[in-house]
């Protein structure tokens, strides 16, 4: 007989090769997370020391009474100067609704402009950057009223757009004039919001329904409807079920068993070992050419080593008290007379 | 009314159409016609269910297990019909196949053939045909049902009929033993012969021998023309299974084919069989029974939760045997033939000869065979008090001179006819 059941090493062998593939990925994902963990804070973030943040803005602004209020959701500008470092992801309304509401509104970089330059040392060339001089100024050229830097940086009432974002970062803020240019754009007033809408910014999020194509909404309703005309189509039988009367199912060996459990349940270990015993006396007496109902005992000690006594016992004792471990001996040693009585 | 497959796909195609042309729910409304047109039109344009008239034909018998085949005419009025018909049938009637395919012409009719192989005795009826009839776009179905009634009745599957052949050998013998050794009362005078060497000398008829020029022996022959009574309890006891060569059979079903195997064996003897089944009254009753009739007679008969009521059916027996009869019966040995049938035994014994037949169980052996744990041996003990009860049984029955034939399912055939036989043999009939 062979066992069909996979014993622990098979499992093993089997198992290997996934499990180590799950274990590299697992390890390999853990050194990308720490390796890459710890840089807290994007490009253009007022708290970030990486290059690419601007916490040295942000130090040079405080330390000229300038009150910077970094944020990520927008609630208050009155009487502040706002500034935005991805208007791309703001809601146009919303974003002139805040600039109307703003005392001076700074925009980096939207993508209104006509062509690019690029980022390198500039001349002012205007009145509004006069003092800052030259700078690291380039990328997208605006219309405005006030054209500065080859009208990369224009100012139009009190909304000033940026085409570059070099003169905020911690990198190149040391250049040419760039912290002055700095300064002067966002230390306009008393209070700078200094705002980076995230792509989950809640005042701009859609619903799920919203952002669905109209094709893909009425086809899902109408691939409903298929469905539906499917489930029908699948659900009408073809005639009724057809029911039968069966007969019962009655194992003939129920009552034996039931039997078997009530002695089970009331330990009638006493009574089962008569009853083996007088079954045993029954076999054995056509055996030895007795007729039912006489004692077999000598004729089985004349037969078998056993003395006629221990077999008398061992057949009718009845009296002894039998627990249930010695009914199970019991029955083994009748089937142990049994079978010497069949052999000798 | 039905969809088909086609108005799923048909929708399934608006599905592209809403998506790609019409995002609206304008387009999902005209889907939504284009779809009810369509099921309109096949509806309307479908042949009709109703007027159909059907047909039945072919088998209304079979041995079970055994395949066999119903025909089916559909005639169609109106329309030309094209569709699916289903043929049901209770589940132990074993169709094959219950639906077919169905294209009849206008005022036409066609001839539809279905399998049957019934797995349970008795009678197994049709249930309704329905037939559903699909329209020109093949979108939509008009469908009905027609009530065709058919019966098909399942006999008793006899597998033991693959002992008649040893045993009919083992009847010839004993026919042709003439000149044997068995001379008892009840052997019948058949022929005189020329003694051959092996002939038992005492068989040689003298005086004829000395009217010819050979030597002349008589022949015997097994007596016939004797009555046999087969009762077949169909009580309680018949209900039990019992676990044999050919599955978990009520015992009912091995009596009956231990009946139909002595049946056969005795009316090849020459030997008249009544058979008689009873339960608390007469479920059946073939007199002077020949196998057909037999089997057709036991189809039906199920086993009742009811006590055998013994008084009743020995008095039918004595009702029906008019004269000296070997009387078997097909019941179980149980507790309850001690206050039913051996009261009443004395009467029947008077006047025939009773031979019991019981089919005893596989599982109770085993249970008696079963040591090792507690459970086992408390199972073995009770198998034992009930196969003492029954050995107590057979040696009451026996004082009262009944033969008790007890036996495993499959041995119980083979074993009561070769009692029969035995008997036939010893002239005790």
């Given at each position: 007989?062979?066992?069909?059941?996979?014993?622990?090493?098979?499992?093993?062998?089997?198992?290997r090769?996934?499990?180590?593939?799950?274990?590299?990925?697992?390890?390999?994902?853990?050194?990308?997370?720490?390796?890459?963990?710890?840089?807290?804070?994007?490009?253009?973030?007022?708290?970030?020391?990486?290059?690419?943040?601007?916490?040295?803005?942000?130090?040079?602004?405080?330390r000229?009474?300038?009150?910077?209020?970094?944020?990520?959701?927008?609630?208050?500008?009155?009487?502040?100067?706002?500034?935005?470092?991805?208007?791309?992801?703001?809601?146009?309304?919303?974003?002139?609704?805040?600039?109307?509401?703003?005392?001076?509104?700074?925009?980096?970089?939207?993508?209104?402009?006509?062509?690019?330059?690029?980022?390198?040392?500039?001349?002012?060339?205007?009145?509004?950057?006069?003092?800052?001089?030259?700078?690291?100024?380039?990328?997208?050229?605006?219309?405005?009223?006030?054209?500065?830097?080859?009208?990369?940086?224009?100012?139009?009432?009190?909304?000033t757009?940026?085409?570059?974002?070099?003169?905020f970062?911690?990198?190149?803020?040391?250049e040419?004039?760039?912290?002055?240019?700095?300064?002067?754009?966002?230390?306009?007033h008393?209070?700078?919001?200094?705002?980076?809408?995230?792509?989950?910014?809640?005042?701009?999020?859609?619903?799920?329904?919203?952002?669905?194509?109209?094709?893909?909404?009425?086809?899902?309703?109408?691939?409903?409807?298929?469905?539906?005309?499917?489930?029908?189509?699948?659900?009408?039988?073809?005639?009724?079920?057809?029911?039968?009367?069966?007969?019962?199912?009655?194992?003939?060996?129920?009552?034996?068993?039931?039997?078997?459990?009530?002695?089970?349940?009331?330990?009638?270990?006493?009574?089962?070992?008569?009853v083996?015993?007088?079954?045993?006396?029954?076999?054995?007496?056509?055996?030895?050419?007795?007729?039912?109902?006489?004692?077999?005992s000598?004729?089985?000690?004349?037969?078998?080593?056993?003395?006629?006594?221990?077999?008398?016992?061992?057949?009718?004792?009845?009296?002894?008290?039998?627990?249930?471990r010695?009914?199970?001996?019991?029955?083994?040693?009748?089937?142990?007379?049994?079978?010497?009585?069949?052999?000798? | 009314?039905?969809?088909?497959?086609?108005?799923?796909?048909?929708?399934?195609?608006?599905?592209?159409?809403?998506?790609?042309?019409?995002?609206?729910?304008?387009g999902?409304?005209?889907?939504?016609?284009?779809?009810?047109?369509?099921?309109?039109?096949?509806l309307?344009?479908?042949?009709?269910?109703?007027?159909?008239?059907?047909?039945?034909?072919?088998?209304?018998?079979?041995?079970t297990?055994?395949?066999?085949?119903?025909?089916?005419?559909?005639?169609?009025?109106?329309?030309?019909?094209?569709?699916?018909?289903?043929?049901?049938?209770?589940?132990?009637?074993?169709v094959?196949?219950?639906?077919?395919?169905?294209?009849?012409?206008?005022?036409?009719?066609?001839?539809?053939?279905?399998?049957?192989?019934?797995?349970?005795?008795?009678?197994?009826?049709?249930?309704?045909?329905?037939?559903?009839?699909?329209?020109?776009?093949?979108?939509?179905?008009?469908?009905?049902?027609?009530?065709?009634?058919?019966?098909?009745?399942?006999?008793?599957?006899?597998?033991?009929?693959?002992?008649?052949?040893?045993?009919?050998?083992?009847?010839?013998?004993?026919?042709?033993?003439?000149?044997?050794?068995?001379?008892?009362a009840?052997?019948?005078?058949d022929?005189?012969?020329?003694?051959?060497?092996?002939?038992?000398?005492?068989?040689?008829?003298?005086?004829?021998?000395?009217?010819?020029?050979?030597?002349?022996v008589?022949?015997?022959?097994?007596e016939?023309?004797?009555?046999?009574?087969?009762?077949?309890?169909?009580?309680?006891?018949?209900?039990?299974?019992?676990?044999?060569?050919?599955?978990?059979?009520?015992?009912?079903?091995?009596?009956?084919?231990?009946?139909?195997?002595?049946?056969?064996l005795a009316?090849?003897?020459?030997?008249?069989?009544?058979?008689?089944?009873?339960?608390?009254?007469?479920r059946?009753?073939?007199?002077?029974?020949?196998?057909?009739?037999?089997?057709?007679?036991?189809?039906?008969?199920?086993?009742?939760?009811?006590?055998?009521?013994?008084?009743?059916?020995?008095?039918?027996?004595?009702?029906?045997?008019?004269?000296?009869?070997?009387?078997?019966?097909?019941?179980s040995?149980?507790?309850?033939?001690?206050?039913?049938?051996?009261?009443?035994?004395?009467?029947?014994?008077?006047?025939?000869?009773?031979?019991?037949?019981?089919?005893?169980?596989p599982?109770?052996h085993?249970?008696?065979?079963?040591?090792?744990?507690?459970e086992?041996?408390?199972?073995?003990?009770?198998?034992?008090?009930?196969l003492?009860?029954?050995?107590?049984?057979?040696?009451?029955?026996?004082?009262?001179?009944?033969?008790?034939?007890?036996?495993?399912?499959?041995?119980?055939?083979?074993?009561?006819?070769?009692?029969?036989?035995?008997?036939?043999?010893?002239?005790?009939?």
């Open positions: 007989m062979t066992a069909v059941s996979p014993d622990a090493g098979r499992v093993w062998t089997a198992a090769g996934p499990v180590l593939i799950g274990v590299i990925i697992l390890f390999a994902a853990v050194v990308i997370t720490l390796l890459r963990g710890g840089g807290e804070g994007g490009s253009l973030d007022p708290r970030s020391y990486l290059p690419e943040g601007s916490h040295a803005v942000a130090a040079l602004l405080e000229n009474g300038v009150h910077v209020e970094p944020t990520d959701d927008v609630s208050s500008v009155e009487g502040a100067t706002l500034f935005v470092t991805h208007p791309t992801l703001i809601d146009p309304k919303r974003l002139a609704d805040l600039s109307r509401r703003a005392a001076a509104t700074v925009l980096l970089a939207p993508p209104t402009g006509k062509s690019r330059l690029k980022v390198e040392t500039r001349q002012p060339e205007c009145p509004l950057a006069a003092k800052a001089g030259q700078a690291t100024a380039g990328g997208f050229v605006y219309d405005g009223e006030q054209r500065c830097y080859d009208s990369t940086l224009v100012r139009t009432g009190t909304v757009t940026i085409g570059f974002s070099s003169i970062t911690n990198r190149d803020l040391d040419e004039g760039n912290a002055a240019l700095a300064l002067a754009v966002l230390g306009q008393d209070r700078l919001i200094w705002y980076m809408p995230s792509a989950a910014d809640r005042s701009q999020q859609k619903s799920f329904t919203d952002l669905i194509p109209d094709g893909w909404k009425f086809g899902a309703w109408q691939l409903g409807i298929a469905a539906v005309v499917i489930a029908l189509w699948r659900a009408r039988r073809l005639g009724r079920v057809v029911t039968e009367p069966l007969p019962v199912v009655v194992r003939a060996a129920e009552t034996v068993e039931g039997r078997a459990r009530l002695y089970r349940r009331s330990h009638a270990s006493e009574h089962a070992a008569s083996l015993r007088q079954a045993a006396r029954d076999r054995l007496a056509p055996l030895l050419g007795l007729p039912v109902g006489e004692d077999p000598a004729e089985i000690a004349r037969r078998t080593s056993r003395s006629a006594a221990d077999v008398r016992t061992l057949l009718y004792d009845d009296d002894m008290p039998v627990d249930d010695g009914l199970v001996a019991l029955a083994d040693e009748l089937d142990a007379l049994e079978n010497e009585v069949r052999k000798g | 009314m039905a969809l088909t497959g086609r108005a799923g796909l048909l929708a399934l195609i608006g599905v592209l159409v809403v998506g790609l042309l019409l995002p609206s729910w304008q999902i409304l005209l889907m939504l016609a284009v779809l009810a047109i369509c099921v309109a039109v096949d309307v344009l479908a042949a009709g269910v109703r007027r159909l008239t059907f047909v039945r034909a072919g088998a209304s018998s079979v041995r297990g055994e395949l066999c085949t119903v025909q089916l005419t559909v005639r169609n009025p109106g329309r030309r019909l094209r569709g699916v018909l289903r043929d049901a049938w209770a589940p132990s009637a074993g094959v196949s219950d639906r077919v395919a169905v294209d009849v012409p206008a005022g036409g009719s066609r001839t539809l053939s279905f399998e049957l192989r019934p797995v349970r005795r008795g009678d197994r009826v049709s249930d309704r045909v329905t037939v559903r009839s699909v329209g020109p776009l093949g979108i939509a179905a008009r469908q009905g049902s027609h009530v065709v009634p058919w019966t098909v009745r399942a006999l008793p599957p006899f597998h033991s009929r693959r002992h008649l052949p040893p045993l009919l050998e083992r009847l010839r013998e004993l026919d042709g033993r003439r000149a044997s050794l068995i001379r008892g009840g052997t019948e005078f022929s005189l012969r020329a003694y051959v060497i092996g002939d038992d000398v005492r068989s040689i008829d003298w005086r004829a021998s000395a009217r010819s020029s050979d030597v002349v008589r022949t015997w022959r097994p016939r023309d004797r009555q046999v009574t087969i009762v077949l309890d169909t009580a309680r006891t018949a209900a039990g299974r019992v676990q044999g060569a050919l599955g978990g059979l009520p015992r009912l079903d091995t009596s009956m084919d231990a009946a139909l195997l002595l049946s056969a009316s090849h003897a020459r030997d008249q069989v009544d058979f008689l089944a009873f339960s608390h009254k007469v059946a009753s073939v007199p002077r029974a020949t196998l057909p009739v037999l089997v057709q007679a036991m189809a039906p008969l199920e086993a009742e939760l009811v006590e055998f009521d013994a008084r009743g059916a020995v008095a039918e027996v004595l009702r029906r045997a008019g004269r000296r009869s070997l009387v078997v019966l097909l019941t040995l149980e507790p309850s033939i001690e206050h039913g049938l051996l009261p009443v035994l004395p009467l029947l014994a008077a006047r025939h000869r009773l031979l019991i037949a019981s089919v005893s169980d599982a109770l085993a249970m008696a065979a079963g040591r090792g744990d507690l086992s041996v408390y199972a073995a003990a009770a198998a034992e008090r009930t003492a009860e029954r050995r107590r049984l057979t040696a009451l029955l026996a004082r009262h001179g009944v033969d008790v034939v007890d036996a495993l399912p499959d041995e119980l055939p083979r074993a009561l006819a070769d009692r029969y036989l035995s008997l036939k043999a010893a002239g005790k009939l």
